[in-house]
């Protein structure tokens, strides 16, 4: 089950939802609704599911909807039509006292503007939420004072929010979001009041955070690069509607519709694709016990000049050059053992082309791709690293083309190693 | 005939707005006169306002003197201090002493009041937005007319004294207090009171944890304005019988002293800038923490 379901919800702001709502069944739009009715359609049908412990992201442009459908989720604004369930619960119909206990219990929320109590120590902010659930003041502080470590503001809980620059401050935001040990975290632009820098240093926080914590989260932006860093899924918002909703690789490389395509023309692939994604299989590998003849022979056949050697639980160990191949052949060694080099840089398939970018200009070899168990996964040659590039945002290079161009890459490198 | 055609208005009957007052002030004093009457008798002069004042007469004056000088070096700087000392001072030499308390006695009554009803009034109004519509243009009437006005049914259903002062000081100086309570108010952020919701706190701690903190600066302000319009009244409340300070201006007025007039005005003077300093400097010192 998931953990949120939202369903058909729909926001009307004005005085007489019921016009516009009769003119969304007929299937008008927003600005033919407002044009007609006067109402302002907030959110206009919309629909998706997110799963326990998936980041979720919105991502829209101003007057999206985005904001209103996020304050849908906690009852900050109660939808004029649709349901919304949490945890099998429909929250739409919940009344004051279950909305209030839902908040407590479930979900807590962050702001685009941090939204912090500025009459409030940084303490007392991050504790808001418990004192709320009059918990006493000692364990609302003790369990304050571990959540701003956690955000690396340790030291500053006696100061007030006015004191601390705009990215400290947000980390109150999220402090005092976390402290209450939320389900569910709903965090509405969060970063969007940050300067890039900043923006980016706290991105990569909470992804940190996130693999620790492992929490529900809904992250609204409308920053595409955000949506696509951050999110397991992101749902594309225009005019109060869902156009899209699928993986960051799924909206780039299959945009629903030409708003979506206009949307993700100018995103930097690099920074959205994936060691995984781009990766070529090892075919050839050698182990410690071949010979060197051996090993020759499959390089000489794949027109390379170096190979990877693994064990047979295809754990790395390293690599072998033709050159030493050839030399050990001549001294008449019986296997690999002398001459496997170790100084062969490894990735995750999870780190992005940007990443690699950095990487492999001082790999003496191709990278290779390993799991946890420091399992080979795949290779990838820096020639590939600009052809996925390549491939992604040009739709017109085929695939035989493609792989021309790896193959002479990896010739290259080949000869350069 | 001709006159009445080319001014179409006097065709007009005349609309008795200054009888159907009249009617309605005699109707609700024969409702209600009698209960306002015994408080009158229970909460002025002699009663509680009047212990009060004796309370404070009591205090020898050199005591009473230094320790409001305390009071406003502990919430004001040394300078107001310093003035209050002098000016204290000032008025006893004056032989305005008696006068001072009961005056001081007027306006923080008054005040307290004003507070205890404005407060609540003000919270009311930045809630709901059909009640801001009704309460703002009372407030607007009872700011604007004559403050004369109110003086005579005061006395009607309070008798001369030390009530209908209140009563009239009060209905002058209460507005800021709403106004500026609702004002507060409506002025916090709204994603702050966004966040204090979203962590499911009920209204009453949406309102004493978050909104009236941040309201308090301003809320301050409209105390600040009360004072200041109570002791602008003290003049006219003399006229319906409030003793102190305003009954020896008035004096001074109607014998034609204009030193005895003077005197007992610097005296209202020492008194304001006093009040004024020590109420603003709470209001400022609650600003530069918050």
Redesign the interface.
């Known amino acids: 089950m998931a953990k949120i379901e939202v369903k058909n919800v729909t926001k009307v702001f004005g005085n007489h939802p019921d016009k516009a709502l009769k003119l969304v069944e007929e299937g008008y739009s927003k600005d033919e609704i407002m044009e007609k009715t006067g109402q302002a359609v907030g959110v206009l049908r919309a629909s998706f599911e997110v799963e326990e412990g998936e980041t979720f992201v919105v991502m829209g442009l101003s007057g999206s909807g985005k904001s209103t459908l996020i304050?849908c989720l906690?009852l900050?604004i109660t939808p004029t039509e649709g349901t919304v369930i949490m945890d099998g619960e429909d929250i739409t119909a919940m009344n004051d006292e279950q909305?209030?206990?839902?908040?407590?219990?479930k979900?807590?929320?962050v702001?685009?503007?941090f939204?912090?109590?500025?009459?409030r120590t940084i303490l007392d902010n991050t504790a808001?939420?418990l004192?709320?659930?009059k918990i006493d003041k000692q364990e609302r502080e003790e369990r304050a004072l571990k959540t701003l470590e956690m955000v690396g503001l340790k030291g500053w809980e006696n100061r007030?929010p006015e004191q601390l620059s705009g990215g400290m401050q947000q980390r109150v935001g999220l402090a005092r979001a976390l402290t209450?040990d939320p389900e569910i975290l709903?965090m509405d632009e969060a970063f969007s009041a940050l300067d890039p820098l900043i923006r980016r240093e706290m991105q990569d926080e909470l992804l940190d955070l996130q693999e620790k914590m492992n929490k529900t989260i809904v992250f609204i932006t409308h920053d595409l690069d955000e949506a696509l860093k951050i999110g397991d899924r992101v749902a594309l918002m225009k005019d109060g509607v869902i156009v899209q909703i699928g993986t960051p690789e799924d909206i780039l490389t299959n945009p629903a519709n030409e708003y979506v395509a206009k949307f993700v023309e100018d995103v930097d692939m690099s920074k959205v694709l994936t060691a995984e994604g781009i990766m070529n299989d090892p075919e050839v590998l050698a182990f410690p016990k071949d010979g060197p003849r051996v090993a020759l022979r499959k390089m000489r056949e794949e027109g390379i000049s170096s190979i990877f050697v693994v064990d047979r639980n295809r754990r790395l160990v390293g690599y072998v050059m033709a050159e030493d191949a050839a030399k050990a052949a001549d001294r008449g060694d019986q296997d690999l053992t002398q001459i496997i080099k170790e100084d062969v840089i490894t990735v995750k398939p999870e780190n992005t082309l940007n990443e690699l970018f950095e990487v492999s200009a001082s790999a003496p070899v191709p990278l290779v791709v390993v799991n946890e168990e420091h399992k080979i996964q795949g290779i990838i040659i820096r020639g590939t690293i600009l052809a996925g590039l390549v491939k992604q945002t040009d739709e017109l290079i085929e695939t035989k083309g493609e792989n021309d161009i790896e193959k002479e890459t990896s010739g290259d490198v080949g000869q350069n190693t | 005939m001709w006159d009445k055609i080319l001014n179409p208005i006097d065709l007009i009957p005349n609309i008795p707005v200054a009888s159907a007052v009249e009617r309605a002030n005699d109707w609700l004093l024969g409702l209600i006169g009698d209960y306002t009457r015994a408080f009158s008798y229970a909460f002025g002069d002699r009663g509680f306002m009047g212990e009060v004042v004796d309370a404070l007469l009591w205090v020898p004056p050199s005591v009473l003197i230094l320790l409001i000088t305390l009071l406003a070096w502990k919430l004001s700087s040394r300078t107001v201090a310093l003035f209050t000392l002098i000016g204290l001072i000032l008025i006893y030499n004056m032989g305005y002493w008696v006068g001072a308390i009961e005056t001081i006695t007027l306006i923080l009554v008054s005040v307290a009041i004003s507070i205890a009803i404005g407060v609540p009034m003000g919270i009311l109004t930045a809630r709901s937005d059909k009640v801001h519509r009704i309460v703002w243009p009372i407030l607007d009437f009872m700011q604007t007319m004559p403050a004369f006005v109110y003086l005579i049914p005061a006395v009607f259903f309070f008798r001369i004294g030390m009530v209908s002062a209140m009563i009239a000081t009060v209905v002058f100086s209460m507005p800021p207090v709403i106004r500026l309570t609702g004002l507060g108010i409506r002025q916090v952020?709204v994603?702050?009171v966004?966040?204090?919701?979203?962590?499911?706190?009920?209204e009453w701690?949406k309102l004493t944890?978050?909104q009236m903190?941040?309201a308090k600066p301003t809320i301050m302000a409209g105390i600040n304005q009360c004072i200041m319009l109570a002791l602008s009244m003290v003049v006219i409340a003399a006229m319906i019988g409030a003793k102190g300070l305003g009954s020896s201006v008035l004096r001074g007025i109607q014998r034609l002293d204009i030193g005895g007039g003077f005197a007992s005005g610097l005296g209202v003077v020492i008194l304001a800038i006093i009040l004024d300093r020590i109420t603003q400097s709470t209001r400022q010192e609650k600003t530069a923490?918050?």
């Open positions: 304050r906690n900050l909305i209030k206990t839902m908040r407590k219990s979900q807590s929320m702001f685009q503007r939204a912090l109590f500025p009459h808001f939420g004192e709320i659930q007030y209450v709903l | 952020s994603e702050v966004e966040a204090a919701a979203a962590f499911g706190s009920s701690q944890m978050v903190p941040l923490e918050e």
